[in-house]
Nanobody
Framework: QVQLVESGGGLVQAGGSLRLSCAAS????????MGWFRQAPGKEREFVAA????????YYADSVKGRFTISRDNAKNTAYLQMHSLKPEDTAVYYC????????????????WGQGTQVTVSS
């Protein structure tokens, strides 16, 4: 089993930066692909970014390409989402997730989820 805990969210002005962390427990962390999703009030949870478990191939939603960077440090059992040039529309609860198979952007293919961390971007 893998347990995930997000941290690093907060309030930031437009144009600012935040780095989210996802601390994972479990001896098989390196075997999981990791993803970040977000959900704003009244909206469905949407894919943000993912990184493969093998060679670190990354995937991004069009809305965050060029602004967000996903990474992982298997030695520390931690995944990251570096966010810069933040916009008010980035405001949401951000969730870290882990998966063994399926599509990197498919919510139902993820096996484990963190509790979420709030990111609020003011104008």
């Amino acid at each position: 089993q893998v347990q995930l805990v997000e941290s690093g969210g907060g309030l930031v002005q437009a144009g600012g930066s935040l780095r989210l962390s996802c601390a994972a427990s479990g001896r098989t962390f390196s075997s999981y692909g990791m993803g970040w999703f977000r959900q704003a009030p009244g909206k469905e949870r949407e894919f943000v970014a993912a990184i493969s478990w093998r060679i670190g191939i990354t995937y991004y939603a069009d809305s965050v390409k060029g602004r967000f960077t996903i990474s992982r440090d298997n030695a520390k059992n931690t995944a990251y989402l570096q966010m810069h040039s933040l916009k008010p529309e980035d405001t949401a609860v951000y969730y870290c997730a882990a998966r063994r198979g399926g599509g990197y952007s498919i919510i139902n293919d993820y096996n484990y989820w963190g509790q979420g961390t709030q990111v609020t971007v003011s104008s």
